[in-house]
C-alpha cells in the first residue's frame, strides 16, 4: 500500500515538472519575441521631396509629369501620401501604383514619430542617383519623422 502511494506521488511529481518545464519553455520563448520583434518588410531609407510634384502644362509640358501617369492630377491618393520610388524598387514602372505600408525605425536624433503609414508609389525618384529607397511627399514624412530634413531608416513591405 505505501509502495502504491510513493508511486502516484511520484507520477504526479513527474507529471508536474514536465508542466513546469513546458511553462518555462513557453515563457523564455515569449521573452525572445518581445526583445527580438520580428521583421516583416525590406529595410530601406527615406527621405522627403519637396513640390511642386507636378507641374502643369500652360504654354508647353515639362519634364516634371510623374513617370507614372503622367500630368494626371488624379493619380495621387488622397490624403497625400505618396512616394517616388527608387531604383531598386521601380521595376521598369511596374512599381507605380504599388502600395507600401511603412515605418521608421531609426534616424538621427530621435527622428521616427513612431506608428506607420500606407503610401502609393507615383513617380520615378528625380535625383540620379537616388538619395534614398523611398522619396517620400512632405506630408507622409512629417507623418514619421520629427525632423523634415533628415534621412531615416524605414521598414517597408508592399500590400
Known sequence: ????????????????????????LSLFLLFLCF???ATLGDVGTAKSYDPPYLLSCLFYCTNEAT??????????????YFAAASDGLWDNGAACGRKYRM???SGPRRACNGGSIVVQVVDFCRDSPC?????????AFD?????????????????
Open 131 to 139: 538619395s534614398a529607397t523611398l522619396m517620400l511627399s512632405n506630408k
Open 1 to 24: 500500500m505505501l509502495r502504491n502511494r510513493i508511486e502516484v506521488v511520484q507520477a504526479r511529481l513527474t507529471k508536474m515538472r514536465s508542466y513546469t518545464t513546458g511553462l518555462t
Open 35 to 37: 526583445q527580438f520583434p
Open 103 to 105: 515605418r521608421c525605425i
Open 67 to 80: 513617370k507614372c501617369n503622367g500630368y494626371d492630377q488624379d493619380q495621387f491618393p488622397e490624403g497625400g
Open 143 to 159: 507623418a514619421v519623422s520629427r525632423i523634415p530634413t533628415a534621412k531615416i531608416n524605414v521598414e517597408y513591405i508592399q500590400i
